[in-house]
């Protein structure tokens, strides 16, 4: 079903695929990414991120330079192979979704959530053509990035790439918010402060990363790298990254 606003002069909404990215990029969907907080842990612990100010900044830099973008750019090439039925390019984007982690608990973080995100999907709300493309995934045998997963199963579904790589950012830069307001800590109200910040950051994210060249991956921040890094030795932790 589609809906329209004439006067705001829109284009039609599918309530159907909104209601699917609602609940797959909801928190409460069970991929557990409320254990990981992107090596923010260690940030928190260094002095680095210490209020609402320097946790947006953080996070922005994770969006601009960092996995953010990495993952923006693998998302768009993974739902592009689906859509162009390119078998040989999921492969690609597959490979180096898996390879390009600055730390082995950012690996965990992708993979573990892409697996979880792809396996209850299978159980719950299957789109057509979902069982090919995870077989095409299973045959690289390396586990699913997160980012790789939603991309393909947003694209069987037919939901539209922007509406799901935004919804994917929103959720990603949301569970590090959420993070972060745990560990410095901040108030609610800040943490829905430091999303409305990020908001138009996530979007300019997407924009770029749909209209990039796969020449245009990689990553830049390498502070974020040592924060992950340096949390895998940490004393005392309450997340996985």
């Known amino acids: ?13 599918d309530t159907g695929h909104l209601t699917r990215l609602l609940a797959w990029m909801s928190p409460g ?8 907080s992107h090596g923010i842990e260690y940030a928190v612990e260094a002095g680095r991120v210490r209020d609402r100010e ?14 953010g973008w990495t993952d923006a750019v693998l998302f768009t090439a993974a739902a592009r ?16 979704a898996d390879a390009m982690r600055g730390s082995s608990e ?17 159980a719950t709300w299957p789109p057509a053509g979902l ?22 199963v947003t694209a069987c579904a037919g939901i539209h790439a922007e509406a799901a790589l ?19 800590p901040l108030g609610q109200t800040d943490g829905q402060r430091a999303i409305a910040r990020l908001d138009p950051v996530l979007h300019r994210v997407a924009s770029d990363a749909l209209a990039a060249d796969p020449a245009d991956l990689g990553s830049r921040a390498p502070l974020v790298d040592w924060a992950a890094m340096s949390h895998e030795t940490q004393y005392t932790r309450l997340f996985r990254s």
């Open 166 to 184: 935004c919804a994917f950012l929103h959720g990603f830069a949301a569970n590090l918010v959420s993070a972060g307001v745990r560990l410095v």
């Open 1 to 13: 079903m589609t809906t329209e606003d004439p006067a705001a002069g829109s284009a039609p909404v």
């Open 131 to 152: 069982d090919r493309w995870a077989q095409v995934l299973a045959a690289t045998g390396r586990p699913p990035a997160h980012a790789v997963a939603v991309a393909v």
């Open 54 to 67: 320097s946790l947006v900044s953080w996070i922005e830099a994770i969006l601009l330079h960092g996995a």
């Open 81 to 96: 192979a689906v859509r162009q039925d390119d078998e040989a390019a999921l492969r690609w984007a597959a490979e180096r």
């Open 29 to 36: 969907f069970p991929i557990g990414g409320y254990t990981y």
């Open 106 to 122: 950012l690996a965990l973080e992708s993979t573990a959530q892409g697996t979880a995100f792809l396996s209850t999907v299978k």
